[in-house]
Every structure is written in structure tokens, then in C-alpha cells.
């Protein structure tokens, strides 16, 4: 089965400052690989999402992600933070013959200061 | 676009008790719907999918008989927790797909349940 994990359970930046969030993944084939932010009172909303082709993957809000088949990993990245990044960061995997039966790894909550 | 609303977003109630959440897609029409149930601080966990006119499937593990699912509509789930208890307590969470293979899903904000 696969897994997902988010090795940072909370990250700090300063407003401004560059991001990473990591996203590490267990699974045998190429998987759909998706990132969701979650902020409060507010459904899950999908920044960005690789199926194949470019490794490098631009989502909304100035997001970008890139899925690294030698590390099992789907980092997400944004060059200057803005305080309304603020909330929960879920990478999610879809299964391998329903990539819409998402395994989500444990969350990334960004703060950000001023 | 692809809104999903879930009501009640919150709702208390009493042990043994059953209570009904719905999922609505308000601007599309959903092939699939999922339910993903969310403890505090942790990820979203899924516990079933349905389409539309047909039987729920469950995750290993999640009870079919206490967590009811039924998808009428192509733009309605709903999600009935029976006789619940107090570790029923969580944050319910939907998503609706609009299909065609995109498998982008758009979620519900969610439905607190406490059961006292």
C-alpha cells in the first residue's frame, strides 16, 4: 500500500522568505501525486497535481512542485511567502488504478511572520 | 466554479443517537463523492466512495452499518453516522469529482461532530 509523509509537522517563514514543504511517498509505479491547502473554514483546495510528463509542475497562488522519481519525493515550493499562505499543506497519492482514491500524508502547518 | 457545501457545519448530539451530513456539489455534477473523516491535528483519512445510484465502497476497517452512506443525486451525498458515540466525534469531510479522468476533487469545508 502506499504512504505519504510530510516530515515537517510545522514550518515558520518569514513573510518574504522562500518555501519548501516535503513530501516523501512509498509507491512501485509513476503515482498521482497532488498538493492541498486547508485553511480554517475553508474546504481543501488543490494547489497543483503531476500525473506524467514535466517534473516540474506550476500550480495556482505562485506554487510550484517537483516530483523526483529517484527520492520518492513531491516537494512544494514557493519563491516569497505572503502572510495569507498561512494553513495546513496536505501532499495526497492516488491509488494506482483510481488515482482519485487519495492516501494523504500527515500535514505541513506553515505560519508565517511578519 | 466546483463548489461543495456540507451542512450542518457543526452539530452536537447525543450518544446513540444517528445523525444525517450532507454533501452537495452546487455547480457541477458529481460522478463520484468521497467521505474522509479528520481527527484533530491529524490527516484526512478516507472512509468510503460513492457514485452515484450505486452501493458506497468502504475503506478496510470503516464500519458500512454505522457510517451510512447514499448517494441519490448526481449532486447529493449524504453521510448518516448511526447511533453514534462519543468516538464517533470528529471532522467529517466531502469531496465531489466531476470525472472525465481529471481526478481533481473539490471538498466540502466540513461538518464537526461531537457526541456527548
Known amino acids: 500500500a502506499q504512504s505519504v509523509t510530510q516530515p515537517d509537522i510545522h514550518i515558520t517563514v518569514s513573510e518574504g522568505a522562500s518555501l519548501e514543504l516535503r513530501c516523501n511517498y512509498s509507491y512501485g509505479a509513476t503515482p498521482y501525486l497532488f498538493w492541498y491547502v486547508q485553511s480554517p473554514g475553508q474546504g481543501l483546495q488543490l494547489l497543483l497535481k503531476y500525473f506524467s510528463g514535466d517534473t516540474l509542475v506550476q500550480g495556482i497562488k505562485g506554487f510550484e512542485a517537483e516530483f523526483k522519481r529517484s527520492q520518492s519525493s513531491f516537494n512544494l515550493r514557493k519563491p516569497s511567502v505572503h502572510w495569507s499562505d498561512a494553513a495546513e499543506y496536505f501532499c495526497a497519492v492516488g491509488r494506482n488504478n483510481a488515482g482519485n482514491m487519495l492516501t494523504f500524508g500527515g500535514g505541513t502547518r506553515l505560519m508565517v511572520k511578519p | 466554479g466546483a463548489v461543495v457545501s456540507q451542512h450542518p457545519s457543526w452539530v452536537i448530539c447525543k450518544s446513540g443517537t444517528s445523525v444525517k451530513i450532507e454533501c452537495r456539489s452546487l455547480d457541477f455534477q458529481a460522478t463520484t463523492m468521497f467521505w474522509y473523516r479528520q481527527f484533530p491535528k491529524q490527516s484526512l483519512m478516507l472512509m468510503a466512495t460513492s457514485n452515484e445510484g450505486s452501493k458506497a465502497t468502504y475503506e478496510q476497517g470503516v464500519e458500512k452499518d454505522k457510517f451510512l452512506i447514499n448517494h441519490a443525486s448526481l449532486t447529493l451525498s449524504t453521510l448518516t453516522v448511526t447511533s453514534a458515540h462519543p468516538e464517533d466525534s470528529s471532522f467529517y469531510i466531502c469531496?465531489?469529482?466531476?470525472?472525465?479522468?481529471?481526478?481533481?476533487?473539490?471538498f466540502g469545508p466540513g461538518t464537526r461532530l461531537t457526541v456527548t
Open positions: 469531496s465531489a469529482e466531476k470525472g472525465g479522468g481529471s481526478y481533481e476533487q473539490y
